[in-house]
């Protein structure tokens, strides 16, 4: 899951701090979240998976299809 997470922000060409932001936190701990050094809270990995415009189940290594799922109307 963490390999996901920096190649999505290296493919968007942004760095940590920028993701930090979108977030309301620390770049510290975004990295840690890259690194695995910390657990990330469910609706971070909701807002990463909608910034990403991708699944939390991708983010998670569930499935390898990186196509968001359709929303509930």
Same mark, same amino acid.
Request: glycine fraction near 0%; aromatic fraction near 4%.
């Given at each position: 899951m963490y390999k996901r997470l920096r190649d999505l922000r290296e493919d968007s060409d #942004? #760095?940590?701090k920028d993701l930090a932001a979108y977030? $309301?936190?620390t770049q510290v701990c975004y990295s840690s979240y890259e690194l695995g050094k910390r657990d990330?809270? %469910?609706d971070?990995?909701?807002?990463l &998976? &909608?910034?990403?415009? %991708?699944s939390v189940d991708y983010l998670l290594g #569930? %499935? $390898?299809?990186r196509k968001p799922y359709p929303k509930n109307e």
């Open positions: #942004l #760095l940590q977030l $309301n936190c990330i809270p %469910t971070v990995l909701i807002k &998976a &909608a910034f990403h415009h %991708t #569930l %499935t $390898n299809v």
